[in-house]
């Protein structure tokens, strides 16, 4: 089945822990993306990639990194610099650049113990 | 202004009725809107794309107004299983990203 999948689906960070969340997709798509949720709130970018070895800062870059070493792969490593991490991590992708449709994994929810 | 604005609800309607949504952008510029909808603790999915033109899809019909600045859904003989929030979006400034709209909530009761 084609599609994007995103692991685990629940994680939990200790403080001052750095933690890495999953993201594949085998949909040849080009563009990858990650967002955060926080209740009551709409969808924010985090980072975006539009081509293997290069990514862009969304709008909320600050304690986030990530790689893009394959075109199926999109990692997100949230630092011990996120002061407030709990959220729910939803990553997307779309054929080509731009305001293309994107498509959703299922998500992970991280939660800070 | 916001980018993308919409009324968050929750709007109840019984089984069988239509419901309208609309959804405000600010950049004249934007080429690309759709619609996503989103389960409880679920990630969102496409619903539809919108159209100059505007578009149905059975029960679900988007019209854009360039005008304005507005797309609208409208849901008719709406079902149990059309409770969920629905979220506007819209491609940003330089159209390199969508910008999501934090939803309108439908709760379509018995």
């Known amino acids: 089945d084609g599609g994007i999948t995103q692991s685990p689906k629940y994680l939990f960070r200790k403080e001052g822990q750095n933690v890495t969340l999953s993201c594949e997709q085998n949909?040849?798509?080009?563009?990858m993306y990650w967002y955060r949720q926080d209740p009551g709130q709409g969808l924010r970018l985090i980072y975006y990639s539009q081509i293997v070895n290069d990514f862009q800062k969304g709008d909320i870059a600050e304690g986030y990194s990530v790689s893009r070493e394959k075109k199926e792969s999109f990692p997100l490593t949230v630092t011990s610099a996120q002061k407030n991490p709990t959220a729910f991590y939803l990553c997307?992708?779309?054929?080509?650049?731009?305001?293309?449709?994107?498509?959703f994994g299922p998500g992970t929810r991280l939660l800070v113990l | 202004r916001k980018e993308v604005e919409q009324d968050p609800g929750p709007f109840n309607v019984p089984e069988g009725a239509t419901v309208a949504f609309n959804c405000t952008y600010s950049n004249s510029a934007s080429q690309s809107f759709f619609w996503y909808r989103q389960d409880c603790r679920k990630e969102p999915k496409l619903l539809m794309s919108?159209?100059?033109s505007g578009n149905e899809d059975g029960r679900f019909t988007a019209q854009l107004n360039r005008a304005s600045q507005y797309i609208s859904l409208l849901i008719r003989d709406s079902k149990l299983s059309d409770s969920a929030t629905y979220l506007c979006v819209v491609d940003a400034t330089g159209f390199q990203k969508l910008v999501f709209g934090t939803g309108t909530r439908l709760l379509v009761s018995p």
């Open positions: 919108v159209y100059s």
């Open positions: 997307a992708s779309s054929m080509g650049r731009g305001g293309k449709t994107q498509y």
């Open positions: 949909l040849n798509h080009d563009a």
